[in-house]
């Protein structure tokens, strides 16, 4: 966003909302170019993202949690089987399913690939105080919360529509 856009709207609220959105933005064109870095899809790659927050899960769930197709979903889990990311095990309740267990942490190159992301976050993390930080994390979490709720709402219009 330029500088000039921003000095268009003096509401600190909005400002911080377009701020948001631009950071959005700029998340999603990093994972892309992380996930071509790597020779994937960027839903191969958020994919990972989503295994690394929930743990285990059927590729059912995370046909749900990526809204794309159960067959889309298989093909991709072969995809970041094949390249170690992630393992099919069965499931200890019922053997019909199976989880998807991730694996990606203990790939050398994703970790060299976040690193120096990771490094520079906690440099900026730590130009702040513990109080400020706990405000920002608050702040961030809410924020996730609403994205959250965002999209089972545009998940569920789009299963209306599509009946």
Not at 98 to 112: D, F
Request: aromatic share 6%; charged share 25%; with cysteine.
């Amino acid at each position: 966003m330029s500088s000039e856009q921003q000095d268009k709207n003096t509401d600190p609220k909005e400002q911080l909302v377009l701020l948001m959105r631009g950071l959005g933005t700029r998340t999603v064109l990093y994972q892309q170019f992380v996930a071509a870095s790597h020779g994937l899809y960027n839903n191969d790659l958020k994919s990972v993202d989503i295994l690394r927050e929930t743990g285990p899960i059927t590729a059912g769930e995370l046909s749900k949690f990526t809204g794309l197709a159960t067959g889309t979903v298989t093909a991709l889990i072969d995809r970041l089987e094949k390249c170690g990311y992630v393992r099919r095990e069965q499931d200890p309740t019922d053997r019909r399913r199976v989880i998807i267990v991730p694996e990606y942490e203990h790939n050398a190159e994703i970790k060299n690939t976040y690193s120096p992301l990771h490094s520079a976050m906690l440099e900026l993390a730590s130009s702040y105080n513990d109080e400020e930080l706990q405000l920002i994390t608050q702040f961030i979490g809410k924020a996730s919360k609403i994205l959250e709720g965002q999209i089972q709402h545009l998940s569920a219009s789009r299963g209306k529509s599509s009946s």
